[in-house]
């Protein structure tokens, strides 16, 4: 019960406004209601299609949005409405990784000041700065004379590693790793996952992944959540998920992951049209407009989140529909 | 006159639409010569699509520049040819290039959110590029409907009216797509058009390309990383490392068969392959030989598990070793060797 991460019912609210200069002003949900718990060495894996909300919710959580409901607690302490003076002390123990990795650095700096630059902010004057440098480059298996070059002098792979160094150079407690694998070659791909889990078994670090591919998922996470408009609609431990999925969002998602081979018999669901936007949530369930498997009572019925014999919990009223009505 | 003297030089005509030719292509750079491409031959057949797969920085992005001309400054063709139709494309000038771009060679990029224009509708910009057509823009904008409605967008006419912003990614793609598949063009370059996408939009892209090829009866040169969509698409794959072509085939036979380390190696890196769960996934340990200073003999050597001496010192030849699979590898002359004895000896006693 003791997670190192608490998010419980968290919105998070942008503010809009209609078409024209006059136009009404309103809010959309772009995180609604979302509730999860990541414990201390594990690993919670987030998918959903972009604009589901995934990214802003890790964003909430580091405080660079502000999540308008609920409560997101860190070891206990409520993150929310934290001002800035306290919330960047704890920067240094929950570290977010960016999309972008080479976007994420700055061009005019070398890669030493750019791994050593968190010890700045947090102001630990006293450490030796190179020494530091040439630590965080063997970690996460760099040369050693990166530490003079500058990011356009690197490879995207290679950009990722630093990324991680620079998240973990203050030996934080909780990593936010925001598509770490996007854009990368498969065996560059297989590297950077393999230096996360080294890193996490060495560290005991707790992460949190976004992603959309699936395979990533698979291999790294012990929980993964799906998410689709801003709700969590399916969670539960990793194995259940893939090996029984509940949700038909899920198994499209699943579904829709091809694998490297000509003969793969593939069970496709090709879910409908386009994802609803979230100015005009859909009536009842959210995803009845796109399912394949769409009852009557969906259309008006707002499905709660349950739990399932399996140890996982989804929002559907008819988990596993595709089994009993052999539609697949 | 300058059409008999081509049928003069070239053989005879062939089935494919595109035929690259021992193409090199060097980047100057302050280090000395970037050799990106290095004797790269492929075909397209009619009608066929054809996959790219390799590494980033292993030359594809290279290959298609040069497919439609657009390189940057720096590059120099050292030697080769790309044969389109019987047409040697780097030997045309840029205003005959100009009119084949986009009417006989299209082109769908990576990133569908910078692909349009953000300030013009999708009707204006799709009227725009039907600009060499005589027809009225009320019948042009029919036209534009009529492909949007091709891709699955609902709601065509409505729809020509809005802005790009209004489009979801995967919308967008999908009006790159019907921009791209509006002449009717005999090859369509895709240039890893689902790598931005989720899972389930990469299918409906996939879905949409594979009915439109149908229809409209194009080849494709299909360009990813992804080996999923490749295996899920493509009829044929050619797999490069560092500037050259080291195997190419049919899909079944390379995916079933790879012939080569490298993209055995590829395959099995590829978390899609492994069903149980591992904190250890495989890698390709090593890195890109450096293209300014490359190595004598085998490109792949040095990260080669199944190296022997002669791959330091000499570059192996791209061989057929059965009917349309190929390969550059010292490995396979002797596994050939081996395997057609055996056939030999199971055709004697069969």
Known sequence: ?328 | MPDLLQSEVLPETSDNVLDIRDLSINYGTPRGELQALRHVSMSIGKKKIVGIVGESGCGKSTLISAIIRLMASNATVQSGEILFKDQDLLGLKEKQMRALRGIDISMVFQDPMQTHNPVLTIGRQMVDIQYRDKLSKANKKKRAAGMLALVGIPDPEARLNQYPYEFSGGMRQRIAIAMALMAKPDLLIADEPTTALDATLEVQIIKRLEELQDEIGCSILFISHHLGVIAELCDEVVVMYAGEVIEQGSVRDVFHNPAHPYTAALLKCDPGHIKEKTRNLPTIPGEVPDLVDLPSGCIYQQRCTKGFARCQSERPAFRQINGSHGVACHLTETDLSKETSQQNEEGITS
């Open chain 1, 1 to 328: 019960m003791n997670a190192l991460l608490e998010i419980e019912d968290v919105f998070v609210s942008f503010g809009v406004r209609g078409k024209g200069l006059t136009g009404k002003r309103g809010s959309i949900d772009a995180v609604s209601g979302v509730s999860l718990n990541i414990e201390q060495g594990k690993t919670y894996g987030i998918v959903g299609e972009s604009g589901s909300g995934k990214t802003t919710l890790a964003q909430a959580v580091t405080g660079l949005h502000h999540a308008s409901e609920g409560s997101i607690r860190y070891r206990g302490q409520e993150l929310r409405d934290l001002p800035e003076a306290k919330f960047r002390p704890l920067r240094s123990e929950i570290v977010m990784m960016f999309q972008d990795p080479i976007g994420s650095l700055s061009p005019r700096l070398t890669i030493r000041s750019l791994i050593t630059e968190p010890f700045r902010i947090q102001g630990m004057k006293d450490r030796d700065l190179d020494a530091e440098a040439s630590r965080l480059l063997k970690m996460v298996g760099l040369p050693q004379e990166f530490a003079n070059r500058y990011p356009y002098q690197i490879s995207g792979g290679q950009a990722r590693r630093v990324g991680v160094a620079r998240a973990l150079a203050l030996e934080p407690k909780l990593l936010i790793a925001d598509e770490p694998t996007a854009g990368l070659d498969v065996s560059v791909q297989g590297e950077m996952l393999n230096l996360l889990a080294r890193l996490q078994d060495e560290l005991g670090l707790a992460i949190m992944i976004i992603t959309h591919n699936l395979n990533v998922v698979r291999h790294i996470t012990d929980t993964v959540g799906i998410m689709y408009l801003g709700k969590l609609v399916e969670e539960g431990p990793t194995e259940e998920v893939f090996a029984n999925p509940q949700h038909p969002y899920t198994l499209a998602l699943l579904a829709a992951n091809p694998e490297p081979d000509p003969d793969a018999k593939l069970m496709r669901i090709e879910l409908k049209g386009e994802p609803p936007s979230i100015l005009q949530r859909p009536s009842g369930c959210e995803f009845h407009n796109r399912c394949p498997f769409v009852q009557a009572n969906c259309h008006q019925d707002v499905p709660q989140w349950s739990n399932s014999e399996l140890g996982g919990a989804h929002r559907c009223h008819y988990p596993q529909i595709w089994k009993n009505n052999q539609v697949v």
